[in-house]
């Protein structure tokens, strides 16, 4: 599954200087590439592709959730406000949905288990999710503040 993102060495055409390669921590999101299945409290199909260079992992979302169509794009990769040196510590993403409102994530990955928290890292909404032995299936709950949430599966269709 890791044959989606390519890490080789490239220079930049001023200088010679060895290009910038994305983190590991962003590289491990590889294995969320491709088509895959949400069944649960939302059903659909969400798709992940990298964008050019490998920094940023675009999410394509076509799903129906308490009865209405949630469409949206997701940009996750790590911030480098302009001018700063490095990009930031978190994995983040911001969800732009097609009734014009936003959503800030933060990602991690510890292993085989991902942790998508809504807002800022430690809020009490997020989703927990466990890959299974082939990367394949993804299978966890969104958790909200009050008891709230939905289980849900994510599995590979291509």
């Known amino acids: 599954m890791t044959e989606h993102m390519e890490n080789t060495e490239s220079t930049e055409s001023t200088g010679g200087a060895p290009a910038p ?6 590289r491990a999101l590889d294995r969320l590439t491709g ?4 069944t649960g409290g939302a059903e659909g199909t969400v798709v992940y592709r990298w964008m050019e260079g490998g920094f940023f992992l675009l ?8 009865g209405q169509r ?6 996750i990769g790590r911030e480098r406000p302009f001018g700063a040196e490095k990009p930031g510590e978190d994995i983040r993403s911001r969800f732009y ?12 990955l510890d ?6 928290w809504a ?12 890959f299974d032995a082939a990367g394949d299936v993804l299978t966890g ?18």
């Open 59 to 66: 999410q394509e979302v076509e799903l129906e959730q308490y």
């Open 97 to 108: 949905d097609g009734r014009g409102n936003t959503f800030d994530y933060v990602y991690e």
């Open 21 to 26: 390669q994305p983190d590991e921590g962003i």
């Open 141 to 158: 709950a969104w958790v909200y503040p009050g008891g709230g949430g939905y289980d849900s599966v994510t599995t590979r269709i291509g």
């Open 35 to 38: 088509s895959w299945r949400v």
């Open 111 to 116: 292993g085989d288990t991902l942790t998508i």
């Open 119 to 130: 807002g800022e890292k430690g809020s009490p909404a997020y989703f927990r999710g466990t």
């Open 70 to 75: 949630v469409t949206g794009l997701e940009v």
